[in-house]
């Protein structure tokens, strides 16, 4: 199976930063990578489909790109409420697997 | 607005069983691919299962395989997850999620608690 990385595993960044987070697939899956938001305490949220396609309603901070075994989630300006972990998901075929999260707050 | 809420969960002694439910509204229920996740405490998120609209494709991870089974009645906008053999390791929140028609799950329920232990 097909196995999903994530770094870091956590950073705090400034309001205002430009954060890059880093998804790698152990072999290529196309641009079959979703990203999610998981904040504290609540239901994960997707951001971006399509490896670089941004959910109908996610704020235009929020910016992915990449395409066969390496992919970044990007957010160009931290906000406070952007306090989350940030999970990668491939769906290219079964298994479905996640990475194992980037857990971001604010410095 | 589309709704996915599910129930069953609870707490069952190790070897037990139990089945979730995710009852669903707001969308032709039918139309659209569905997938259980879970969250242990603390932990990342784990893919479980899946099901095609029709229910023909069915898909599980290695650690469920064997003793889940996922399945829906589209007549009732329902998705279930039979589970059974139930294992410590098998304590988490559970989610039910729709697949957006876009390689990714773009409704998550609010998850159900299963708690497996002695």
């Known amino acids: 199976d097909i196995q999903m990385t994530q770094s870091p595993s956590s950073l705090s960044a400034s309001v205002g930063d430009r954060v890059t987070i880093t998804c790698r697939a152990s072999?290529?899956?196309?641009?079959?990578l979703a990203w999610y938001q998981q904040k504290p305490g609540k239901v994960p949220k997707l951001l971006i489909y399509?490896?670089?396609t941004l959910q109908s309603g996610v704020p235009s901070r929020f910016s992915g790109s990449g395409s066969g075994t390496d992919f970044t989630l990007t957010i160009s300006s931290l906000q406070p409420e952007d306090v989350a972990t940030y999970y990668c998901?491939?769906?290219?075929?079964?298994?479905?697997?996640f990475g194992p999260g980037t857990k971001v707050d604010i410095k | 607005q589309v709704q996915l809420v599910e129930s069953g969960g609870g707490l069952v002694k190790p070897g037990g069983s139990l089945r979730l439910s995710c009852a669903a509204s707001?969308?032709?229920?039918?139309?659209?691919?569905m997938s259980w996740i879970r969250q242990a405490p603390g932990k990342g998120l784990e893919w479980v299962s899946y099901?095609?609209?029709?229910?023909?494709?069915?898909y599980y991870a290695d650690s469920v395989k064997g003793r889940f089974t996922i399945s829906r009645d589209n007549a009732k906008n329902s998705l279930y997850l039979q589970m059974n053999s139930l294992r410590a390791e098998d304590t988490a929140v559970y989610y039910c999620?729709?697949?957006?028609?876009?390689?990714?799950?773009?409704?998550w329920g609010q998850g159900t608690l299963v708690t497996v232990s002695s």
């Open positions: 999620a729709r697949d957006g028609g876009t390689y990714s799950l773009d409704y």
């Open positions: 707001g969308f032709t229920f039918s139309d659209y691919y």
């Open positions: 099901i095609s609209s029709s229910g023909s494709t069915i």
């Open positions: 072999q290529g899956i196309s641009n079959y």
């Open positions: 399509a490896a670089s």
């Open positions: 998901q491939k769906y290219n075929s079964a298994p479905f697997t």
